[in-house]
């Protein structure tokens, strides 16, 4: 993996953040989706980003925004509170005070009634930020959350510990305009007609990409032969390649794949890499970001 670090220290030039998870001295990254979720913990929950940081070490945390009805930014990733808590109902259709009497821990009866709530921004960055060089990657759900959680970041003046993105078009054009060029960002849905477009037509090296991080998530069929086969050098401008593993991208995931993103100098990071089996894989083959569901999983396989 030395060579990984290295591209990663010389990408830190141009996107300070790195730097900060150089800084943590582990590697490949350990990085908590939504602070764990399914069996781990009630996801996006100060109880859940608390066990990662403080008993697994995590040098990133991936966390949703949305906005309440009197304009709070709050840490959630569904539209409703009914998978969540034991409320129903649109975020938005909530005041602050009301989303908090709910209980985010529901659905977990050993946690049931512990005052485990859905969190503030401000609560999240109170808690976390003097965390030393802990990363916090951003995932916007719509434009209203984008511009509340924006001003929270300059307010802080947390750009350097940041990475942001969406997949909603609207949001990341908004971000292109609001964010540094030295804070990365991920692609969003339109990447992908655009992609597709420029792969039939032949012209992939005049589409213009504004993101710095290329998500695999937006793409199935045949890219994972593309990739390796053609010369698709505008793709790997990109510094870094997010691939999340579910049921339409598990077709791409292969170590040939791997090997071509690093032949061309990015870095690979993996969301949902959530069994041991999975995360050694991820480990041999040279992944440099491992974004997990399961953190105290991943801990221990990075143990070993």
């Known amino acids: ?33 939504r602070g764990g979720r399914g069996n781990f913990a009630p996801e996006n929950t100060m109880y859940a980003f608390k066990r990662c940081v403080e008993e697994f070490n995590t040098q990133l945390i991936e966390l949703d925004f949305r906005v309440t009805k009197d304009g709070e930014v709050v840490i959630t990733h569904d539209d409703d509170v009914d998978s969540t808590t034991n409320g129903e109902g649109s975020v938005s259709s909530f005041t602050l005070a009301e989303l908090q009497k709910l209980d985010a821990a ?19 960055l ?3 930020l003097p965390v030393p060089n802990l990363v916090f990657m951003l995932d916007f759900k719509d434009e209203h959350s984008v511009r509340k959680t924006i001003a929270l970041v300059e307010q802080y003046g947390i750009w350097d510990r940041i990475i942001l993105g969406s ?7 908004l971000l292109t305009e609001l964010k540094p060029k030295s804070t990365p960002l991920t692609t969003d ?3 992908a007609a655009k992609l ?8 992939i090296g005049w589409v213009d990409f504004p993101q710095e991080i290329f998500g695999f998530l937006l793409f199935g069929g045949n890219l994972g032969n593309a990739v390796e086969k053609v ?21 791409l995931w292969r170590k ?4 071509a993103i690093r032949e061309r100098e990015s870095l690979v990071m993996i969301c949902g890499a959530d069994t041991t089996e999975k995360q050694r894989e991820c480990i041999e083959w040279g992944v440099d970001f491992i974004l997990t569901n399961n953190p105290d999983v991943l801990r221990e396989t990075l143990r070993k």
């Open 196 to 203: 597709a477009l420029g792969n039939i037509t032949g012209l």
């Open 167 to 173: 997949v909603v078009p609207s949001c990341n054009a």
């Open 256 to 259: 040939s794949l791997v090997d």
């Open 189 to 191: 849905a339109s990447t």
């Open 126 to 128: 109170a808690e976390f």
């Open 106 to 124: 529901y659905y977990y009866p050993h946690l049931r009634g512990k005052g485990i709530t859905i969190p503030t921004f401000h609560e999240f």
């Open 1 to 33: 993996l030395e060579p990984n670090m290295e591209r990663l220290e010389a990408l830190s030039e141009k996107y300070p953040v790195y730097k900060h998870l150089l800084a943590s001295g582990q590697y490949p990254i350990h990085g908590c989706h």
């Open 231 to 251: 010369n698709f050098a505008k793709i790997f401008s990109f510094s870094l390649l997010l691939l999340c593993q579910n049921f339409l991208t598990v077709q």
